[in-house]
């Protein structure tokens, strides 16, 4: 169905694909990693011809759809055989609400009205987002603006479906419930589905093909269990079955907990718990009663929060509880109602400039704060505006593993690369709160973990961390505390461990793996190891 032939494309003198070639036969769902930055979306946007025609890239070698060659027919002339979900929905959106979102490319394909409308209703239910059909499409959050992304694609009906990380933005039980659509498309229908993902967790197991791309221009692709084995990517199925000296990986939860007792591994009691936050009788932030509307919406509803200096806590929920009005609330630029106090001040009545030095928020849509035309003029303005000595933000990049050109244009970075600069730019003011709305978006795991590695070192220094995030395993080994938000009020607020051990929607694989025993990481099974 999908075939790239000797293909190379680049954006200057360096390739990012260099001569590749492979074929991924009708019906497979293939799944796409790599690190960030090797040319996954530059892959996935040479599949329907966005790239080169509307990217500038070079390309030599033909790509083929269905027979249909990428050099010879304009992207135009994929939309009924192509369907792409991007990185970000919303750049992508061209009407107002979600039902008229969903109706557009099937008006674009002439569609007749009566199959339209039949096919609007069966894609809400088979999204699940029937309730979201008359909203407008900025007023959704991150994750629910994904799920109408697909849905807009899916009701098409393409015979092939192309998603850059579709479930990044997504609650977990959201993620499965999207994934496990998808995969029935594939069984049921017989749909060609090309999926990047950072997140391998989620969907390696459905997989019938891994397309890997080790960064130097090749691409490699087999079965999944082998391909994972060696590639430079590793979930965590992958991490454990190095650690236990397993041969293949397992691809699953179940294929993992077989393999533990066929081998009766049993793991040691574990050590005392550490406390979930540093003993101190004032808080750095407390907030009391605080209370965000949106109209009618009542966003946060009355919270009570206190955070201490020195400690990690991850706040998760579904898509749409209040993560991110509570984030901008925290840091003032939401208007709220309500007590709330940092370091003995209240962000809403400061400048902005004196609220930053308190709290600093880098959102879901990072590459907003980006306005200068190079990644060195971005880090320059920076330690100018943080008055910190000249590379520090250039120091802080090299800290998250994203060595990036100088002369780069940050909108010709990946969603990850953009994320990284964004996240040195506010971490090198070291406000005393730091918020992170979903900062392992794009992001792979290496340098997910130099990101907990960072936000550990802000802690140590003095400072609270926050991090919303829908990623399970980056909360297992960043966090001390969790809080989970529904309908913007806190259901559960504990340690790290128990919280997210107490639930599987929550449960990193590794807890899976080992339940009833409370451990989170691959590394606290080599500790405790019988």
Excluded at 292 to 303: E, Q
Excluded at 494 to 503: D, F, K, N, Q, Y
Aim: glycine residues 8%; contains cysteine.
């Amino acid at each position: 169905m999908i075939q790239f032939d000797d293909v190379t494309i680049g954006y200057g003198t360096e390739p990012v694909l260099d001569r590749v070639s492979f074929t991924i036969d009708d019906g497979d769902l293939c799944l796409l990693v790599g690190a960030t930055g090797s040319g996954k979306s530059t892959l996935l946007g040479a599949i329907n011809g966005l790239v080169p025609h509307f990217t500038g890239a070079s390309m030599a070698g033909d790509v083929r759809v269905d027979g249909r060659s990428t050099r010879q027919h304009p992207p135009r002339e994929f939309a009924d055989l192509v369907g792409f979900v991007g990185q970000n929905p919303l750049a992508g959106f061209v009407t107002d609400t979600v039902e008229d979102e969903i109706a557009y490319g099937m008006e674009q394909l002439g569609v007749e009205a009566t199959a339209m409308r039949k096919r609007v209703e069966e894609t809400l239910d088979l999204m699940n987002i029937a309730d979201l059909r008359r909203r407008a499409l900025v007023t959704l959050s991150g994750g629910q603006q994904q799920r109408v992304a697909i849905a807009a694609v899916l009701a098409a009906q393409p015979r092939v479906l192309v998603l850059d990380e579709p479930t990044s933005a997504l609650d977990p039980t959201a993620a499965q419930d999207v994934l496990a659509a998808i995969t029935s498309l594939v069984h049921d229908l017989g749909l060609t589905v090309v999926l990047a993902e950072h997140r391998l967790e989620r969907v390696m197991q459905a997989a019938d093909q891994v397309l890997w791309l080790p960064g130097d221009g090749s691409a490699v692709l087999g079965a999944a269990s082998e391909v994972l084995g060696r590639a430079s990517v590793v979930p965590p199925l992958a991490e454990l079955a190095a650690t236990l000296g397993w041969d293949e990986v397992p691809l699953s939860v179940r294929q993992a907990r077989r393999k533990v007792a066929a081998e009766r591994i049993v793991l040691r009691p574990a050590a005392e718990a550490v406390p979930t936050t540093p003993a101190g009788p004032t808080p750095l932030l407390r907030a009391t009663g605080l209370t965000v509307r949106h109209g009618d919406l009542t966003a946060v509803d009355g919270i009570n929060l206190d955070l201490h200096a020195g400690s990690v806590t991850t706040l998760m929920g579904r898509n749409g509880a209040g993560k991110s009005s509570l984030f901008w609330a925290l840091q003032g630029a939401q208007p709220s109602t309500g007590s709330l106090q940092v370091d003995g001040h209240d962000p809403r009545r400061l400048s902005p400039a004196r609220a930053r030095e308190l709290v600093g928020l880098v959102p879901q849509t990072a590459a907003d704060l980006l306005h200068l035309h190079t990644v060195a003029l971005e880090c320059q303005q920076s330690d100018r505006e943080s008055g910190e000595p000249v590379g520090t933000t250039e120091g802080l990049l090299r800290r998250l593993g994203a060595d990036l050109v100088p002369d780069r244009h940050p909108r010709d970075l990946s969603e990850g690369q953009r994320l990284a600069l964004v996240l040195a730019i506010q971490l090198a003011a070291s406000p005393r709160i730091v918020l992170l709305d979903e900062p392992t978006r794009g992001l792979d795991y290496p340098m997910k973990q130099q990101l907990a590695d960072i936000l550990a070192d802000l802690a140590s220094r003095g400072h609270g961390v926050v991090v919303s995030t829908h990623d399970v395993e980056f909360a297992a080994h960043a966090s001390q505390r969790t809080v989970i938000l529904a309908e913007g009020d806190v259901i559960a607020d504990g340690p790290t461990r128990e919280v997210c051990t107490a639930s599987p929607a929550f449960a990193p694989q590794v807890a899976k793996v080992f339940h009833p025993e409370q451990v989170l990481t691959t590394a606290e099974v080599a500790s405790r190891r019988g």
